[in-house]
Protein backbone atom coordinates (compact mmCIF):
# COMPACT_ATOMS: atom_id res chain seq x y z
CA UNK A 1 0.00 0.00 0.00
CA UNK A 2 1.31 3.47 -0.82
CA UNK A 3 2.53 6.05 1.82
CA UNK A 4 -0.12 8.48 1.33
CA UNK A 5 -3.53 6.42 1.45
CA UNK A 6 -1.97 4.35 4.59
CA UNK A 7 -1.29 7.47 6.64
CA UNK A 8 -4.82 8.86 5.67
CA UNK A 9 -6.34 5.44 6.93
CA UNK A 10 -4.83 5.32 9.72
CA UNK A 11 -5.88 8.61 10.93
CA UNK A 12 -9.38 8.74 9.75
CA UNK A 13 -10.07 4.78 11.35
CA UNK A 14 -11.16 6.19 14.60
CA UNK A 15 -13.06 9.10 13.15
CA UNK A 16 -14.65 6.86 10.65
CA UNK A 17 -16.07 4.40 12.92
CA UNK A 18 -17.56 6.74 15.83
CA UNK A 19 -19.65 9.20 13.13
CA UNK A 20 -20.80 5.76 10.99
CA UNK A 21 -21.71 3.93 14.09
CA UNK A 22 -23.63 7.31 15.71
CA UNK A 23 -25.17 7.66 12.52
CA UNK A 24 -26.60 4.52 12.38
CA UNK A 25 -27.06 2.62 15.40
CA UNK A 26 -28.72 3.92 18.57
CA UNK A 27 -27.89 2.38 21.20
CA UNK A 28 -31.51 0.45 23.58
CA UNK A 29 -32.05 1.96 27.14
CA UNK A 30 -30.30 -1.71 28.01
CA UNK A 31 -27.47 -1.33 25.93
CA UNK A 32 -27.02 2.54 27.13
CA UNK A 33 -26.79 1.22 30.82
CA UNK A 34 -24.38 -1.18 29.68
CA UNK A 35 -21.94 1.42 28.31
CA UNK A 36 -22.37 3.94 31.28
CA UNK A 37 -21.79 1.15 33.47
CA UNK A 38 -18.55 -0.29 32.21
CA UNK A 39 -17.80 -4.19 32.24
CA UNK A 40 -20.03 -6.47 34.01
CA UNK A 41 -18.18 -8.15 36.99
CA UNK A 42 -18.34 -11.29 35.28
CA UNK A 43 -16.08 -9.84 32.27
CA UNK A 44 -13.77 -7.85 35.11
CA UNK A 45 -12.98 -11.44 36.17
CA UNK A 46 -12.23 -12.95 33.14
CA UNK A 47 -8.80 -14.22 32.10
CA UNK A 48 -7.12 -11.83 29.65
CA UNK A 49 -6.10 -13.43 26.76
CA UNK A 50 -2.58 -15.44 26.32
CA UNK A 51 -0.33 -13.16 24.23
CA UNK A 52 0.69 -13.88 20.91
CA UNK A 53 4.04 -14.34 19.56
CA UNK A 54 5.32 -11.34 17.47
CA UNK A 55 6.75 -12.50 14.06
CA UNK A 56 10.27 -11.55 13.96
CA UNK A 57 12.42 -11.01 10.78
CA UNK A 58 15.02 -9.58 12.13
CA UNK A 59 18.49 -12.05 13.41
CA UNK A 60 21.30 -10.74 14.89
CA UNK A 61 23.79 -12.81 13.15
CA UNK A 62 25.71 -11.37 10.11
CA UNK A 63 24.57 -12.02 6.81
CA UNK A 64 26.42 -14.07 4.36
CA UNK A 65 26.46 -13.45 0.59
CA UNK A 66 24.69 -15.84 -1.44
CA UNK A 67 27.25 -16.44 -3.73
CA UNK A 68 29.65 -17.95 -0.58
CA UNK A 69 26.83 -20.60 0.57
CA UNK A 70 26.06 -23.80 -1.29
CA UNK A 71 23.59 -25.42 1.28
CA UNK A 72 20.46 -23.32 2.73
CA UNK A 73 17.35 -23.54 4.08
CA UNK A 74 14.51 -22.11 3.70
CA UNK A 75 11.41 -21.17 6.35
CA UNK A 76 8.01 -19.44 5.50
CA UNK A 77 7.42 -16.48 7.33
CA UNK A 78 3.43 -16.59 7.14
CA UNK A 79 2.19 -13.97 9.40
CA UNK A 80 -1.32 -14.48 9.10
CA UNK A 81 -1.36 -18.14 8.41
CA UNK A 82 -1.27 -21.41 10.54
CA UNK A 83 0.07 -25.25 10.73
CA UNK A 84 -2.52 -27.50 10.20
CA UNK A 85 -2.57 -30.97 11.95
CA UNK A 86 -0.46 -32.45 8.96
CA UNK A 87 2.38 -30.10 10.19
CA UNK A 88 1.68 -27.98 6.55
CA UNK A 89 1.68 -24.41 6.04
CA UNK A 90 -1.60 -23.05 5.50
CA UNK A 91 -2.80 -19.52 4.47
CA UNK A 92 -6.61 -19.02 4.11
CA UNK A 93 -7.63 -16.29 1.32
CA UNK A 94 -10.55 -15.16 -0.23
CA UNK A 95 -11.11 -15.14 -3.83
CA UNK A 96 -9.51 -12.49 -5.17
CA UNK A 97 -7.58 -10.99 -2.46
CA UNK A 98 -4.02 -10.37 -1.86
CA UNK A 99 -1.70 -12.12 0.53
CA UNK A 100 1.15 -11.08 0.93
CA UNK A 101 3.74 -13.97 2.33
CA UNK A 102 7.88 -14.00 2.61
CA UNK A 103 10.28 -16.56 3.05
CA UNK A 104 13.91 -16.65 4.97
CA UNK A 105 17.03 -18.06 3.67
CA UNK A 106 19.57 -19.66 5.91
CA UNK A 107 22.50 -21.31 6.40
CA UNK A 108 22.42 -24.79 7.98
CA UNK A 109 23.92 -22.59 11.15
CA UNK A 110 21.59 -20.06 11.15
CA UNK A 111 23.36 -17.36 9.02
CA UNK A 112 20.91 -14.93 6.93
CA UNK A 113 22.15 -15.58 3.01
CA UNK A 114 21.96 -11.85 1.27
CA UNK A 115 21.47 -11.87 -2.43
CA UNK A 116 19.73 -15.12 -3.08
CA UNK A 117 17.01 -15.12 -5.53
CA UNK A 118 14.93 -18.64 -5.02
CA UNK A 119 12.29 -19.87 -7.58
CA UNK A 120 8.62 -19.49 -7.46
CA UNK A 121 5.54 -21.41 -8.57
CA UNK A 122 2.24 -22.03 -8.07
CA UNK A 123 0.14 -25.12 -8.86
CA UNK A 124 -3.85 -24.02 -8.96
CA UNK A 125 -5.94 -21.20 -10.35
CA UNK A 126 -4.28 -18.41 -7.97
CA UNK A 127 -1.90 -15.74 -9.47
CA UNK A 128 1.70 -15.51 -7.90
CA UNK A 129 3.22 -12.20 -7.76
CA UNK A 130 7.62 -12.77 -7.32
CA UNK A 131 9.50 -10.40 -5.49
CA UNK A 132 10.39 -7.47 -8.26
CA UNK A 133 6.06 -7.30 -8.22
CA UNK A 134 5.73 -5.92 -4.78
CA UNK A 135 8.72 -4.89 -3.36
CA UNK A 136 11.85 -2.91 -4.48
CA UNK A 137 13.86 -5.65 -3.73
CA UNK A 138 13.79 -9.35 -6.16
CA UNK A 139 16.53 -10.61 -3.76
CA UNK A 140 17.04 -11.59 0.14
CA UNK A 141 17.77 -8.71 2.02
CA UNK A 142 19.88 -8.63 4.62
CA UNK A 143 18.06 -10.21 6.93
CA UNK A 144 17.45 -13.72 4.86
CA UNK A 145 13.81 -12.36 3.60
CA UNK A 146 12.42 -11.48 0.19
CA UNK A 147 8.77 -11.14 -0.26
CA UNK A 148 5.85 -12.55 -2.86
CA UNK A 149 2.23 -12.27 -2.61
CA UNK A 150 -0.84 -14.16 -4.28
CA UNK A 151 -4.08 -13.33 -5.49
CA UNK A 152 -6.81 -15.65 -4.04
CA UNK A 153 -8.21 -17.31 -7.24
CA UNK A 154 -11.14 -20.18 -7.58
CA UNK A 155 -12.02 -21.57 -4.30
CA UNK A 156 -10.08 -24.66 -3.54
CA UNK A 157 -6.70 -25.35 -2.45
CA UNK A 158 -3.57 -24.39 -4.21
CA UNK A 159 0.23 -24.75 -3.73
CA UNK A 160 2.91 -22.63 -3.45
CA UNK A 161 6.69 -23.72 -4.06
CA UNK A 162 9.77 -21.98 -2.93
CA UNK A 163 13.19 -24.04 -3.95
CA UNK A 164 16.98 -22.77 -4.05
CA UNK A 165 19.47 -25.12 -5.15
CA UNK A 166 18.43 -28.35 -3.16
CA UNK A 167 16.18 -26.72 -0.56
CA UNK A 168 12.52 -26.27 -0.86
CA UNK A 169 9.17 -25.41 0.93
CA UNK A 170 5.50 -25.51 0.37
CA UNK A 171 3.20 -23.35 1.26
CA UNK A 172 -0.82 -24.14 0.91
CA UNK A 173 -3.31 -21.45 -0.31
CA UNK A 174 -6.84 -22.71 0.99
CA UNK A 175 -8.77 -20.26 -1.30
CA UNK A 176 -12.33 -19.63 -0.01
CA UNK A 177 -15.16 -17.88 -1.99
CA UNK A 178 -17.20 -14.95 -0.34
CA UNK A 179 -20.40 -16.85 -0.56
CA UNK A 180 -18.81 -19.99 0.99
CA UNK A 181 -17.17 -17.31 4.01
CA UNK A 182 -21.10 -15.49 4.11
CA UNK A 183 -20.00 -12.20 2.72
CA UNK A 184 -22.49 -10.95 0.05
CA UNK A 185 -21.00 -10.99 -3.70
CA UNK A 186 -20.96 -7.90 -6.08
CA UNK A 187 -23.33 -8.16 -9.35
CA UNK A 188 -22.02 -8.81 -12.26
CA UNK A 189 -22.50 -5.30 -14.46
CA UNK A 190 -23.59 -5.78 -17.99
CA UNK A 191 -21.10 -3.80 -19.83
CA UNK A 192 -18.82 -3.09 -16.86
CA UNK A 193 -15.42 -3.84 -15.77
CA UNK A 194 -14.72 -7.02 -14.33
CA UNK A 195 -12.54 -7.24 -11.16
CA UNK A 196 -10.99 -10.29 -13.47
CA UNK A 197 -10.13 -7.66 -16.32
CA UNK A 198 -8.83 -5.04 -13.96
CA UNK A 199 -6.24 -7.63 -11.93
CA UNK A 200 -4.62 -8.68 -15.23
CA UNK A 201 -2.93 -5.67 -14.71
CA UNK A 202 1.23 -6.26 -13.78
CA UNK A 203 3.01 -4.06 -10.96
CA UNK A 204 6.17 -3.56 -9.93
CA UNK A 205 7.94 -1.10 -8.06
CA UNK A 206 10.67 1.68 -8.28
CA UNK A 207 11.71 2.65 -4.80
CA UNK A 208 8.35 4.02 -3.17
CA UNK A 209 6.41 4.32 -7.41
CA UNK A 210 4.02 2.10 -8.29
CA UNK A 211 4.73 0.92 -12.06
CA UNK A 212 1.50 -1.02 -14.18
CA UNK A 213 1.27 -2.14 -17.28
CA UNK A 214 -2.38 -2.98 -18.51
CA UNK A 215 -3.75 -5.47 -20.95
CA UNK A 216 -5.89 -4.37 -24.08
CA UNK A 217 -9.09 -4.89 -22.36
CA UNK A 218 -8.43 -2.30 -19.71
CA UNK A 219 -6.27 0.45 -21.62
CA UNK A 220 -9.25 0.29 -24.50
CA UNK A 221 -11.33 1.60 -21.79
CA UNK A 222 -8.86 4.57 -20.49
CA UNK A 223 -10.92 7.89 -20.77
CA UNK A 224 -14.37 6.20 -21.39
CA UNK A 225 -17.77 5.65 -18.60
CA UNK A 226 -17.70 2.77 -17.01
CA UNK A 227 -19.34 0.74 -14.83
CA UNK A 228 -18.03 -1.18 -11.40
CA UNK A 229 -19.39 -2.89 -8.75
CA UNK A 230 -17.56 -3.70 -5.54
CA UNK A 231 -16.95 -2.73 -2.06
CA UNK A 232 -16.67 0.69 -0.03
CA UNK A 233 -13.36 1.36 1.57
CA UNK A 234 -13.63 5.20 3.00
CA UNK A 235 -11.07 7.43 3.28
CA UNK A 236 -13.27 10.31 4.84
CA UNK A 237 -14.56 10.83 8.54
CA UNK A 238 -18.13 11.33 7.23
CA UNK A 239 -21.12 9.62 6.26
CA UNK A 240 -20.88 10.73 2.19
CA UNK A 241 -17.47 10.30 0.88
CA UNK A 242 -16.20 12.09 -1.66
CA UNK A 243 -12.88 10.05 -1.61
CA UNK A 244 -12.50 6.34 -1.15
CA UNK A 245 -11.59 2.90 -2.65
CA UNK A 246 -13.93 0.62 -4.45
CA UNK A 247 -12.10 -2.57 -3.53
CA UNK A 248 -12.80 -6.38 -5.23
CA UNK A 249 -13.51 -7.59 -1.54
CA UNK A 250 -15.04 -6.35 1.52
CA UNK A 251 -12.52 -4.39 3.82
CA UNK A 252 -11.10 -6.08 7.05
CA UNK A 253 -8.33 -4.23 7.90
CA UNK A 254 -7.98 -0.29 7.43
CA UNK A 255 -4.52 -0.92 6.40
CA UNK A 256 -4.58 -3.69 4.01
CA UNK A 257 -6.34 -3.13 0.48
CA UNK A 258 -8.03 -6.03 -0.33
CA UNK A 259 -6.63 -7.10 -3.90
CA UNK A 260 -3.70 -5.41 -3.87
CA UNK A 261 -2.94 -2.30 -6.16
CA UNK A 262 -4.92 -3.66 -9.26
CA UNK A 263 -7.68 -4.71 -6.53
CA UNK A 264 -9.12 -1.55 -5.64
CA UNK A 265 -9.93 1.93 -7.70
CA UNK A 266 -9.29 5.45 -6.39
CA UNK A 267 -12.83 6.89 -6.86
CA UNK A 268 -13.58 10.48 -6.71
CA UNK A 269 -17.12 11.53 -6.57
CA UNK A 270 -18.26 15.46 -5.90
CA UNK A 271 -21.69 14.84 -4.41
CA UNK A 272 -20.23 12.23 -1.70
CA UNK A 273 -21.45 8.88 -2.01
CA UNK A 274 -23.20 7.11 1.71
CA UNK A 275 -21.14 4.69 3.18
CA UNK A 276 -22.08 1.20 2.56
CA UNK A 277 -21.32 -2.01 3.95
CA UNK A 278 -23.05 -4.03 0.78
CA UNK A 279 -21.37 -4.05 -2.70
CA UNK A 280 -22.37 -1.26 -4.72
CA UNK A 281 -22.64 -0.37 -8.51
CA UNK A 282 -21.01 3.05 -9.45
CA UNK A 283 -20.33 4.73 -13.06
CA UNK A 284 -17.68 6.73 -14.11
CA UNK A 285 -14.70 8.23 -16.37
CA UNK A 286 -11.76 5.43 -15.70
CA UNK A 287 -8.68 6.10 -15.71
CA UNK A 288 -5.70 3.49 -15.21
CA UNK A 289 -2.69 4.65 -13.89
CA UNK A 290 1.02 3.84 -15.22
CA UNK A 291 2.72 5.10 -12.29
CA UNK A 292 1.22 5.85 -8.84
CA UNK A 293 2.11 6.93 -5.83
CA UNK A 294 -0.86 6.30 -3.41
CA UNK A 295 -0.42 2.39 -3.61
CA UNK A 296 -3.81 1.64 -6.37
CA UNK A 297 -3.47 2.05 -10.00
CA UNK A 298 -7.10 2.84 -10.73
CA UNK A 299 -9.27 6.26 -10.57
CA UNK A 300 -12.89 6.68 -11.24
CA UNK A 301 -13.69 10.36 -11.87
CA UNK A 302 -17.13 12.00 -11.63
CA UNK A 303 -18.45 8.76 -10.01
CA UNK A 304 -22.02 8.76 -9.21
CA UNK A 305 -23.83 5.97 -7.84
CA UNK A 306 -25.82 3.69 -9.78
CA UNK A 307 -27.27 1.14 -7.01
CA UNK A 308 -26.55 0.11 -3.52
Not at 160 to 182: D, F, H, P, R
Request: aromatic share 6%; glycine share 8%.
Amino acid sequence: MGPNIFNRLRRLLAALTFVVMNAQAQPSDETAAVLQGGLSPEELAAEPPEPQPVLSWESPVTPVDAADVTDVRIEALVEMGYVDEQGRQVVDLLQQDFAYLAVRIETPQGQPVMGAAPSFSIEGTSQLLEPKEVSPRSTTDEYGVVEFAVVGGQMGLDRVKVTLGGAGIEILVNVISLQAAGFPTPPVVEGGVPWEDLMQARIRYQEMMLLAEFPEVITERAGQMVKLSGFMMPLEPDLKQRRFLLTSNPPSCFFHVPGGPAGAVEVFAKEGIEVSWDPVVLEGRFEPQKESEVGVVYRLHEARLIRP
